[in-house]
């Protein structure tokens, strides 16, 4: 209590000593302009008053003291802005978020007798493959959209789009974003499939800390998997690698570990289901499906094309979006080094592009390399195995052995080309000039995606998840969907 006591007087203190620093500049500037009349007086006997030794003029001494205390106070009054600015911030965003928390929760428990339209709803991060995974529950007839509440460069195809709305009324404050969007999904979705880092509140201060319990009090599904960051807790990584390059490609990264470790906690022990893949399963210490990966492509989109490519050099693309994580010198150097040597090899290597400009790329190419230090391969791999292309990628071990030992794949069963930061320039070595060699990789690699990637097979995934937790597909819709789908095969 004292210490609210003291918060308190140190804020009126705050706006008291605000208004003195406007009354004390607007004083020393009328005290700064009689001084300056004085001197351009015609009375000799004042202006003699304000020289010192015939070359110094008391009024540039004292004009310099004045400065001085000018610039003591600026720096109290910016000091005093900057808390004053805290606490209009505080005002905005905790109080903001404390009133709400009643209306939630009548909101919660008025949605639980709300018809719901939709099944699932996959968000609020725009994460490419959700119109996959929409693809994948819809083939198995469930009503699925997308939302999210921002939007990457990468791609901005999704359903429900929560941004555009507060655009659209810019007199929302930023703070009612989340709180908006969640009262949407509990009145509009049955289920939800969303990341350790949360749902709709991920982005709040308090409300993320409650979000679970909002959610079972609707009645609302939660379905947790990862993408990477929202578990990596680099505290817990066996790979020195990986720590070195995050530190250099995201260095305020560090600053995140206690907080994903308690959303981790949070959504470990309440979430409905916890779907595990990926690299991710170093940072997870729980999870009811495990697969390779939840990524899912669509292979009718993503077929190998039909042309045949005229340069004769073998091409290899690369895409980083971090280029020390992804090792990405050590694939420029390799390239650079067999060009030198007399290879016939080009590197294609693109940053920061839209995923159908990526796609269009990528048909023209001969080889694709995902990452040299992660240790599992990403979305990117798996849309370039889609079109029948040989894939380069670091494949950790113990992952491998994981997978092996669950019987979700056989022993050797990876077409991924392994390989690491030093033997890169040896591995791109042995397939140049190796055309029936890489096309046979290619078509393992379609066969491989096909079997584990597709929207048939992680609709299959998806629809046993679903069920589990209690939410089954429209009948009406499965026949129709199924259909189509064989229709595009």
Same mark, same amino acid.
């Given at each position: 209590?004292?210490?609210?006591?003291?918060?308190?007087?140190?804020?009126v203190?705050?706006?008291i000593?605000?208004?003195?620093?406007?009354?004390?500049?607007?004083?020393?500037?009328?005290?700064?302009?009689?001084?300056?009349?004085?001197?351009?007086?015609?009375k000799?006997?004042?202006?003699?008053?304000?020289?010192?030794?015939?070359?110094?003029?008391?009024? /540039? *001494? %004292?004009?310099?003291i004045?400065?001085?205390?000018?610039? !003591?106070f600026? &720096?109290? #009054?910016? $000091?005093?802005?900057? +808390?004053?600015? /805290? *606490? %209009?911030?505080?005002?905005?965003?905790?109080?903001?978020? !404390?009133?709400? &928390?009643? #209306?939630? $929760?009548?909101?919660? +428990?008025?949605?639980?007798?709300?018809?719901?339209?939709?099944?699932v709803?996959?968000?609020?991060?725009? &994460?490419?493959?959700h119109?996959?995974?929409?693809?994948?529950?819809?083939?198995?007839?469930?009503?699925?959209?997308?939302?999210?509440?921002?939007?990457?460069?990468?791609?901005?195809?999704?359903?429900?789009?929560?941004?555009?709305?507060?655009?659209?009324?810019?007199?929302?404050?930023?703070?009612?974003?989340?709180?908006?969007?969640?009262?949407?999904?509990?009145?509009?979705?049955k289920?939800?499939?969303?990341?350790?880092?949360?749902?709709?509140?991920?982005?709040t201060?308090?409300?993320?800390?409650?979000?679970?319990?909002?959610y079972?009090?609707?009645?609302v599904?939660?379905?947790?998997?990862?993408?990477?960051?929202?578990?990596?807790?680099?505290?817990?990584?066996?790979?020195?690698?990986?720590k070195?390059?995050?530190?250099?490609?995201?260095?305020?990264?560090r600053?995140?570990?206690?907080?994903?470790?308690?959303?981790?906690?949070?959504?470990?022990?309440?979430?409905?289901?916890?779907?595990?893949?990926?690299?991710?399963?170093?940072?997870?210490?729980h999870?009811?499906?495990?697969?390779?990966?939840h990524?899912?492509?669509d292979?009718?989109?993503?077929?190998?094309?039909?042309?045949?490519?005229?340069?004769?050099?073998?091409?290899?693309?690369?895409?980083?979006?971090?280029v020390?994580?992804?090792?990405?010198?050590?694939?420029?150097n390799?390239?650079?080094?067999?060009?030198?040597?007399?290879?016939?090899?080009?590197?294609?290597?693109?940053?920061?592009?839209?995923?159908?400009?990526?796609?269009?790329l990528?048909?023209?190419?001969?080889?694709?390399?995902?990452?040299?230090?992660?240790?599992?391969?990403?979305?990117?791999?798996?849309?370039?195995?889609?079109?029948?292309?040989?894939v380069?990628?670091?494949?950790?071990?113990?992952?491998?052995?994981?997978?092996?030992?669950?019987?979700?794949?056989?022993?050797?069963?990876?077409?991924?080309?392994?390989?690491?930061?030093?033997?890169?320039?040896?591995?791109?070595?042995?397939?140049?000039?190796?055309?029936?060699?890489?096309?046979?990789?290619?078509?393992?690699?379609?066969?491989?995606?096909?079997?584990?990637h597709?929207?048939?097979?992680?609709?299959?995934?998806f629809?046993?998840?679903?069920?589990?937790?209690?939410?089954?597909?429209?009948?009406?819709?499965?026949?129709?969907?199924?259909?189509?789908?064989?229709?595009?095969?």
């Amino acid at each position: 209590m004292r210490y609210i006591v003291y918060f308190f007087l140190f804020t009126v203190a705050s706006f008291i000593i605000d208004e003195l620093m406007v009354y004390t500049g607007r004083l020393v500037v009328f005290i700064q302009s009689i001084i300056r009349g004085l001197l351009r007086g015609k009375k000799k006997k004042l202006r003699k008053l304000f020289y010192y030794k015939e070359t110094k003029s008391l009024y /540039f *001494i %004292f004009r310099r003291i004045l400065i001085v205390f000018l610039l !003591f106070f600026k &720096i109290i #009054f910016q $000091i005093n802005k900057s +808390y004053k600015s /805290f *606490i %209009f911030f505080f005002l905005n965003s905790y109080l903001v978020e !404390f009133i709400s &928390i009643p #209306f939630l $929760i009548v909101a919660c +428990y008025i949605s639980q007798k709300s018809e719901r339209k939709i099944d699932v709803g996959i968000g609020p991060l725009p &994460i490419v493959s959700h119109q996959y995974q929409k693809k994948a529950m819809e083939l198995y007839g469930y009503k699925v959209e997308t939302y999210v509440d921002q939007v990457y460069f990468i791609t901005s195809n999704f359903d429900i789009r929560a941004d555009l709305f507060f655009k659209k009324y810019p007199f929302l404050h930023h703070s009612l974003l989340p709180i908006f969007l969640f009262v949407f999904t509990i009145f509009r979705y049955k289920s939800l499939y969303f990341y350790f880092n949360g749902g709709a509140l991920w982005r709040t201060r308090i409300l993320w800390r409650l979000e679970p319990h909002f959610y079972r009090l609707a009645g609302v599904k939660t379905i947790i998997t990862a993408y990477g960051g929202d578990v990596q807790n680099m505290s817990h990584c066996d790979n020195l690698l990986y720590k070195t390059t995050m530190s250099k490609d995201y260095p305020g990264f560090r600053m995140l570990r206690n907080g994903i470790e308690k959303r981790i906690d949070l959504w470990t022990t309440s979430g409905d289901h916890l779907l595990g893949g990926c690299d991710w399963v170093k940072y997870m210490y729980h999870w009811d499906t495990l697969v390779l990966a939840h990524f899912t492509v669509d292979t009718h989109e993503w077929k190998p094309p039909n042309f045949k490519k005229k340069n004769h050099n073998m091409v290899v693309f690369h895409a980083p979006n971090h280029v020390n994580i992804k090792g990405s010198r050590f694939i420029i150097n390799a390239v650079e080094e067999l060009k030198s040597e007399g290879y016939k090899i080009e590197l294609i290597m693109k940053q920061k592009m839209k995923h159908l400009n990526i796609k269009k790329l990528m048909a023209n190419v001969d080889v694709v390399v995902d990452q040299l230090v992660v240790g599992w391969y990403g979305m990117f791999a798996v849309e370039a195995m889609a079109l029948g292309k040989p894939v380069l990628c670091n494949i950790d071990k113990n992952l491998e052995n994981l997978f092996i030992f669950e019987g979700i794949i056989k022993k050797n069963n990876l077409p991924v080309i392994k390989c690491n930061y030093d033997n890169i320039k040896e591995t791109l070595k042995q397939l140049i000039g190796k055309k029936q060699r890489l096309n046979d990789i290619g078509e393992k690699s379609r066969s491989f995606v096909m079997k584990y990637h597709s929207l048939n097979k992680m609709g299959e995934v998806f629809d046993q998840i679903n069920k589990k937790i209690g939410v089954y597909p429209r009948k009406k819709l499965v026949k129709k969907k199924y259909e189509k789908y064989k229709k595009k095969l």
